[in-house]
Nanobody, 123 residues
């Protein structure tokens, strides 16, 4: 099970930290990916972090979002900075064994998904 939290309403330029608390599987054996889905759009891969802590980002968020993990807490995080209106979406975390290449920024390889947390960027 994965449970996201930390979403909310934030003004443009603001920041949020999303958390993904996991249970029911061996967190330290899984990479965590972060995705978002805006109304009427496909689910978009944002970032992933490997078991070893290596990270990947999609270009649109590379200098604004930061992914991290705390294996002791079975929790992953996504720090969102310099938020824009177009970042408004439901944000999801997901788990799969690997975070190596572009394929791991697509939804296809992910075994487990959270229910999502809404992020709304508006003045």
């Amino acid at each position: 099970q994965l449970v996201e939290s930390g979403g909310g309403l934030v003004q443009p330029g603001g920041s949020l930290t999303l958390s993904c608390v996991t249970s029911g599987f061996s967190f330290e054996d899984y990479a965590i990916g972060w995705f978002r889905q805006a109304p009427g759009k496909d689910r978009e891969g944002l970032s992933c972090i490997s078991v070893q802590g290596n990270t990947r980002y999609t270009n649109s968020v590379k200098r604004r979002f930061t992914v991290s993990r705390d294996n002791a807490k079975n929790t992953a995080y996504l720090q969102l900075n310099s938020l824009r209106a177009e970042d408004t979406a439901i944000y999801y975390c997901a788990a799969e064994p690997y975070c190596f290449g572009d394929y791991d920024l697509t939804p296809a390889p992910y075994d487990y998904w959270g229910q999502g947390t809404q992020v709304t960027v508006s003045s």
